[in-house]
Structures are given as structure tokens and as C-alpha cells.
């Protein structure tokens, strides 16, 4: 059994491994390769785009692939589409994995913005040092504003930056002792995250509660419908083993 895992994240990471040397299963995982130097899973890996749903489908059929599992981040919503299109033209089953997202406790702060450019015009009157852990792509729409942000991401940001920005790079898991020293040295007033969800960049919004700061949520982009989810490595790992 040939199975497609479409990752690049931990969880996916964490099925690989979970799947890897299994008697009678293959495993290929799936990267974008938008990261310089990205962690890789156990088994074997690609890395790079397919061309699309229909690029997708025939890379599915040309390498005898039994199932596919979308394991990309919850961020990366257009692959997700393409993977349900592929597999339904393969006619191979598909499994979304997708972590829970994040969900405001007593304490919190939030402020919930449907993108990056509603999170933009929300800033306004919330703080003037701003943490913005986005990511390094889209950062254009924060460009025009006039606030100083740490900008923290794996690798260095590609296109227009705020002209007022200090960079950060740096990959999780944090600690929340980290996290805590980072906002008090950047005398951080306000944090801008995407709901990605998960444990290993969750330290923040916990730092920014204990520091009475407003944080700017991004929410996830659309899902296809109609695509069975996992919440959990495990689960998925359960799901390939039972087929």
C-alpha cells in the first residue's frame, strides 16, 4: 500500500513516523518547499509543487498511490482543494489531518479577523509594538502602517515589509518562559498571530494573557466539505492501518 502524505508540518512529520518500516506500506511525504532547510519526515520525500489538482492526480496515478493524506498546514488552503479534486479524479480515498485550532480562554484578549488585511486595519488604537507571527509571505499587508513590528518567521520575509521592522527568524517549539522574555524585551503591546492551532507556537497567546496584551487572530481560510478529518497523527495512523 502506497500512501501520499501532503505535509511539511508536524503532524504530518509525526505520521510519517508513525508509518515508516510498517510491513507492507510505503510512505512518501509531500513538502512545498517554501522552507530553506526544512525538517524531514522518515521514508521517502518530494519536495515541490504538483502544477495543480490535475498535476496532482496524475503524479497520484503514475505512482500507484492507494491513499492520500492532507496534512498541510491550515494556513495552506489551496492545496487542500486541489487534493480533493485529485483524489476524486484518481479515485483514491482521501484523509484531511488537521490540528485544532486555538480557543480564547478566560484572560484573553482576541480580536478575530476573517485576513491578514482585516488584521491590518484592526491595529489601530491597539498598541504601537507589534509582534506579528504571520509568517514570512503576506507581510505586504501590514506595509503602509506606521507601528513597529518583530517579525518572526522560519526564514527571511519575501516582499514589501513595514518600513518600521525588526526580523526575527527563528522556528518553533517555544517555551512560554521564552516568549514571556520576548515580549517584555520588545516591549511588546500587541500580538497578530493566524490561528495555525497546536501546541508549539501556543506559548504566545499564553505570554500575551499573562501580560494583559490584545492579540489579532487571523481565522483559517476555507476547507472542502465532505473530506473526512483526524484531529491527530494517531488517528490518521489508525485510519491508513484499518484500510
Given at each position: 500500500?502506497?500512501?501520499?502524505?501532503?505535509?511539511?508540518?508536524?503532524?504530518?512529520?509525526a505520521l510519517a513516523g508513525l508509518l515508516h518500516a510498517r510491513p507492507g506500506l510505503r510512505v512518501t511525504s509531500s513538502l512545498a518547499g517554501r522552507v530553506a532547510r526544512p525538517r524531514l519526515p522518515e521514508g521517502e520525500v518530494r519536495i515541490g509543487g504538483f502544477g495543480g489538482a490535475d498535476g496532482l492526480a496524475e503524479w497520484i496515478g503514475g505512482h500507484a498511490v492507494d491513499a492520500v493524506i492532507d496534512a498541510t498546514h491550515p494556513f495552506a488552503g489551496r492545496i487542500s482543494f486541489n487534493a480533493a479534486r485529485a483524489a476524486a479524479t484518481a479515485h483514491v480515498p482521501l484523509l484531511a489531518l488537521r490540528r485544532p485550532g486555538w480557543v480564547p480562554a478566560a484572560g484573553d484578549r482576541w480580536t478575530s479577523v476573517p485576513s491578514l488585511e482585516a488584521a491590518a486595519g484592526a491595529l489601530g488604537g491597539l498598541g504601537e509594538r507589534v509582534f506579528l507571527t504571520t509568517g514570512r509571505m503576506g507581510l505586504a499587508a501590514f506595509?503602509?502602517?506606521?507601528?513597529?513590528?518583530?517579525?518572526?518567521?522560519v526564514d527571511a520575509p519575501d516582499g514589501p515589509v513595514p518600513a518600521r521592522t525588526e526580523v526575527l527568524l527563528d522556528r518553533g517549539p517555544f517555551t512560554l518562559d521564552g516568549e514571556r522574555e520576548l515580549l517584555a524585551r520588545h516591549r511588546i503591546d500587541v500580538l497578530v498571530t493566524?490561528?495555525?492551532?497546536?501546541?508549539?507556537?501556543?506559548p504566545k497567546l499564553a505570554a500575551a494573557r499573562e501580560a494583559g496584551l490584545p492579540v489579532v487572530v487571523v481565522g483559517r481560510p476555507p476547507v472542502p466539505a465532505d473530506v473526512p478529518v483526524a484531529a491527530t497523527p494517531e488517528e490518521a495512523a489508525a485510519w491508513v492501518l484499518g484500510r
Open positions: 500500500m502506497h500512501v501520499l502524505i501532503l505535509g511539511g508540518t508536524t503532524e504530518a512529520r506595509a503602509g502602517l506606521p507601528q513597529w513590528f518583530l517579525v518572526r518567521s493566524k490561528d495555525s492551532g497546536g501546541a508549539a507556537t501556543a
